[in-house]
C-alpha cells in the first residue's frame, strides 16, 4: 500500500487528522500556550480563523519535541513574534470540560517577544497577530483561554489544575 498521496496533502490537513486521531484514541492532547509580552507590557495574541475570537498563541506538542521548543515554533508560525527570554510557568491547566474540541493538558508559560514583525504563516489558522495594552484586551478570549491569561497577568505561584 502507498502513502504517496498522503504526502501530497496541506499542512492544515494534516493537522485536522493529527485532531481526528486524537479524538480516536481518546488521550488527553498535551498543549503549551504563551503568555507572551513584549518589553514595553504589550500582550500578543491572535485572532482564530475558525472562531474569529482572541486567544494567546499556542498549540500541541508534536511527537518529539519538547514544551520550550513547541512555544518556540508555535509562536513562530502563529505570530512570526521571536522569544527573547522564557519566564515563569503560569500553570498546568487539565480541567476536561475546558475546550470543548477535546480533553487537553495545557502548559502555560510567560514568554518575553519580540514582535517588531507580526506575520501569521497558516491564514486557515491564525488570521492576525496584534499587540494589546492590558486594558484593550478583547476578551472573551477564545476556547477558555481567560483565566490563562489573568493568572499570567497576576504575580503568584502557579497554577495546578
Not at 507590557?41 to 475558525?50: A, F, H, Q, T
Not at 470543548?100 to 510567560?110: D, L, N, S, Y
Amino acid at each position: 500500500m502507498s502513502f504517496a498521496p498522503l504526502a501530497r496533502l496541506p499542512r492544515s490537513a494534516w493537522s485536522i487528522l493529527r485532531e481526528l486521531a486524537r479524538h480516536a484514541l481518546h488521550h488527553p492532547v498535551v498543549g503549551v500556550l504563551a503568555a507572551a509580552r513584549t518589553r514595553d507590557g504589550r500582550w500578543l495574541l491572535v485572532r482564530r480563523s475558525d472562531t474569529g475570537t482572541w486567544a494567546p498563541p499556542g498549540g500541541t506538542v508534536e511527537w518529539g519535541e519538547t514544551i520550550s521548543s513547541t512555544l518556540v515554533r508555535e509562536l513562530a508560525e502563529e505570530t512570526g513574534a521571536r522569544v527573547l527570554r522564557v519566564g515563569r510557568v503560569v500553570g498546568v491547566y487539565s480541567r476536561p470540560d475546558r475546550d470543548p474540541r477535546f480533553h487537553a493538558v495545557t502548559v502555560v508559560v510567560e514568554v518575553e517577544v519580540d514582535a517588531a514583525s507580526l506575520h501569521p504563516s497558516n491564514p486557515l489558522e491564525i488570521r492576525e497577530a496584534r499587540l494589546f495594552d492590558a486594558d484593550g484586551i478583547p476578551w472573551p478570549l477564545a476556547f477558555g483561554c481567560d483565566d490563562f491569561l489573568r493568572d499570567a497577568m497576576k504575580d503568584a505561584p502557579a497554577v495546578l489544575e
